[in-house]
């Protein structure tokens, strides 16, 4: 069964870049042909999708934040990453990695637990 | 982007009734790639519905989706009490946005 894990600090100071990796068992991140996302949801508030990634590195990025977005892939360790910079109190939210239930650009079927990340001044 | 509005905000609904969640697209889903979404608290998303009326794995079909181009809406034929949650929809058409959401509560 795959399985999706988050890890990273819980807590980031503002103006400093917020640093997330998945981890990923039960399937390969390099064998599979899957759009591995990142989504995150702040307090109380809806879902926000943050971009995704391609094993080979191809990335897509929601326009509101690419300017300071990065996920990359690790396929050594079976993990991909984000990278967030130049956080504020408005990046404080509950972070997920999630994978699609099939190959391609679909919905995700497969989530992490997520990580929760605050931002403080 | 596509914009995602869904309503009502807040659904009041008991037991054993029938449950329309709407969500408008401020422009044509491509090919209706529109999935639905349940969150209950403390847990991540799971995946309902996906290609507008696809139910995922696992999901019971008390759950339905129907709609095209803007408009979609998520039909629980009779709420079971596990169903009182929040609902998103999301397209995948262009790019990938999610709707605001509703809640589902007991009334």
């Known amino acids: 069964q795959l399985q999706l894990q988050e890890s990273g600090p819980g807590l980031v100071k503002a103006s400093e870049t917020l640093s997330l990796t998945c981890t990923v068992s039960?399937?390969?991140?390099?064998?599979?042909?899957?759009?591995w996302g990142w989504i995150r949801q702040s307090p109380g508030k809806g879902l926000e999708w943050i971009g995704s990634i391609f094993h080979s590195g191809t990335t897509y990025y929601n326009p509101s934040l690419k300017s300071r977005v990065t996920i990359s892939v690790d396929t050594s360790k079976n993990q991909f990453s984000l990278n967030l910079t130049s956080v504020t109190a408005a990046d404080t939210a509950m972070y997920y990695c999630?994978?699609?239930?099939?190959?391609?650009?679909?919905?995700?079927?497969?989530w992490g637990q997520g990580a929760l990340v605050t931002v403080s001044s | 982007e596509i914009v995602l509005t869904q309503s009502p905000g807040t659904l009041s609904l008991s037991p054993g009734e029938r449950a329309a969640l709407s969500c408008r697209a401020s422009?044509?889903?491509?090919?209706?790639?529109l999935a639905w979404y349940q969150q209950k608290p403390g847990q991540s998303p799971r995946l309902l519905m996906y290609?507008?009326?696809n139910r995922a794995t696992g999901i019971p079909d008390r759950f339905s989706g129907s709609g095209s181009g803007t408009d979609f809406t998520l039909t629980i034929s009779r709420l079971e009490p596990e169903d009182f949650a929040v609902y998103y929809c999301q397209q995948y058409g262009s790019s990938l946005t999610f709707g605001g959401g509703t809640k589902v509560e007991i009334k």
């Open positions: 999630a994978r699609p239930y099939n190959s391609g650009w679909y919905p995700f079927e497969f």
């Open positions: 290609g507008a009326s």
């Open positions: 422009q044509s889903v491509r090919n209706n790639y």
């Open positions: 039960g399937g390969s991140i390099s064998s599979s042909i899957y759009y």
